[in-house]
């Protein structure tokens, strides 16, 4: 949702504490049942991470998730799903040039990003995103220890 | 001084051939060779024909013979079909100019985008920028499929890992690299103004060795800009050639602010357009001034005149700045290579 979208951005020190909090109790439960039950829970277990990631930052479940080096705002919202933003295109009121109701994805991420205490890392280049992992869980990936 | 660069004696019989390449150069081309000795660089905008003739090109490019360094083949800019920057780039290439490749994410994927650099360095090309692109709305067909597959960074890394590892992204070898010297673009002028040197420092750590940069209309913002790209130190790793433009009114240039994104116009210039008697010939003036203003700011290596429609300008303009300070761009002059019309 738009709103809690920007309202995730702007806790973005608070969101990323509440990541570091709780990632280490969620990845030894998720590594536990990826053990006992192998791939037969990858569906709920995707579906439950698209519809958290999908409320608090309209998580488009590119299976590539950057939402740590990006301020909290889904880079994937962008309409040219750019992964480097922003682009030379962004309004004077720092509103999206092809969405002009919708505030700049990247105008935001760096934003979020001056709050973060790992909010440097918005200064490295990420590569384009593998277009395979659509779809995919970055959580089950992290629990199987893929990336 | 540098009479190397206006030597034609080294393009032997046909001035389509690449010339020597030179120590602790990347490309074969005259552009980096013009901004490697130190020397404040021009470059121009062709506009692409909406049309099959290739003598067209030719006729567009002259206009700037004498007065640039390198011409810019915009890829679809704005969102708008023309011809192909690849084939512009490719006839512009025969007669001996000095071609600027723009490529866009907005078309092609990282397929087509490896494919058509191989290309376009097998028929000449020295010069490649690297864009994200317009969006398709902007332009003539709104219902196209957008693909940025790749942004302006990735890009960019993509197109110096062919060119420095011999390379595609796939790791498949290269029998022969790419000769490029690779650029990229940045828009200082619009938000998140605090962060646009950080954008620039990302392109520049992606491989980029020249920067163009959006229409610059206010020199203090650009002061601004500059001054942090200096002390940061990125001045030192790449060129930035500052975009300026020649606008013929108070209402081309409101026009150009509200619909063509990410142009920032200050309302003094507007006013000074709209106030004007012959507001094309203030047009020119103010673009005069600006490239005065801008070659005098630290950390500038050269100008990328914009006049879309205005093209006939450019050589006025170059000359009243005196920014070339009596230096002569290369020209084919008047070529024999012709590659005819198709007919």
């Given at each position: 949702m738009y709103s809690v979208r920007l309202w995730s951005v702007k806790h973005s020190r608070f969101m990323e504490r509440l990541y570091n909090?709780?990632?280490?109790?969620?990845?030894?439960?998720?590594?536990?049942?990826t053990k006992i039950f192998g791939k037969k829970l990858d569906k709920p277990i995707t579906a439950m991470e698209a519809g958290v990631k999908g409320f608090l930052f309209d998580c488009k479940m590119c299976g590539?998730?950057?939402?740590?080096?990006?301020?909290?705002?889904?880079?994937?919202n962008c309409p040219k799903t750019l992964r480097?933003?922003?682009c030379g295109g962004v309004r004077a009121n720092g509103m999206c040039e092809v969405k002009p109701e919708m505030r700049c994805v990247w105008v935001q991420a760096w934003d979020g990003a001056s709050?973060?205490?790992?909010?440097?890392?918005?200064?490295?280049?990420?590569?384009a995103v593998d277009h395979r992992a659509k779809g995919t869980s970055t959580w089950l990936k992290l629990a199987r220890e893929e990336i | 001084m540098y009479e190397y660069i206006h030597n034609i004696e080294e393009h032997?019989?046909?001035?389509?051939?690449?010339?020597?390449?030179?120590?602790?150069?990347?490309?074969h081309g005259r552009f980096e060779r013009v901004l490697r000795s130190g020397q404040f660089a021009l470059t121009t905008e062709i506009a692409p024909p909406d049309s099959a003739d290739p003598d067209e090109v030719l006729n567009r490019a002259k206009l700037f013979d004498g007065y640039v360094d390198a011409i810019n083949a915009t890829d679809g800019s704005g969102g708008n079909c023309h011809m192909s920057s690849l084939a512009v780039c490719a006839i512009l290439t025969r007669v001996g100019y000095s071609p600027i490749l723009q490529i866009s994410c907005r078309d092609r994927n990282r397929i087509s985008i490896q494919g058509d650099t191989l290309g376009a360095a097998a028929l000449g090309v020295c010069n490649v920028l690297s864009l994200t692109g317009d969006d398709v709305g902007a332009g003539d067909h709104p219902e196209a499929k957008p693909v940025f597959d790749l942004d302006s960074?990735?890009?960019?890394?993509?197109?110096?890992?062919?060119?420095?590892?011999?390379?595609?992204?796939?790791?498949?070898?290269?029998?022969?690299?790419?000769?490029?010297?690779?650029?990229s673009t940045i828009n200082p002028f619009v938000p998140p103004?605090?962060?646009?040197?950080?954008?620039?420092?990302?392109?520049?750590?992606?491989g980029a060795e020249y920067i163009q940069s959006q229409y610059c209309f206010d020199v203090p913002m650009l002061k601004d800009f500059m001054a942090k790209a200096v002390d940061s130190g990125l001045t030192e790793k790449c060129y930035i050639l500052i975009g300026v433009g020649v606008v013929s009114s108070g209402r081309t240039a409101s026009w150009m602010r509200e619909n063509v994104p990410g142009i920032h116009i200050p309302d003094h210039i507007i006013k000074r357009l709209n106030d004007a008697k012959k507001p094309a010939r203030e047009g020119r003036n103010i673009c005069v001034e600006l490239m005065q203003e801008i070659k005098e700011i630290p950390g500038v290596s050269g100008?990328?005149?914009?006049?879309?429609?205005?093209?006939?300008?450019?050589?006025?303009?170059?000359?009243?700045?005196?920014v070339l300070e009596g230096r002569t761009p290369w020209s084919p002059g008047e070529s024999e290579t012709s590659i005819g019309t198709v007919s």
């Open positions: 909090g709780v990632n280490p109790a969620i990845l030894a439960i998720l590594k536990g049942t590539d998730c950057a939402l740590s080096k990006t301020g909290m705002s889904c880079p994937m480097n933003g922003p709050r973060m205490k790992g909010g440097e890392t918005i200064k490295e280049n990420e590569f | 032997g019989t046909n001035p389509g051939d690449p010339l020597p390449m030179l120590d602790g150069h990347v490309s960074v990735s890009l960019t890394k993509t197109l110096r890992m062919m060119r420095d590892k011999s390379q595609f992204l796939s790791g498949r070898k290269l029998d022969m690299p790419p000769r490029l010297f690779i650029g103004i605090e962060n646009r040197v950080d954008q620039l420092a990302k392109k520049i750590n992606a100008l990328h005149i914009m006049a879309y429609r205005q093209e006939k300008w450019v050589g006025d303009v170059v000359k009243r700045s005196g």
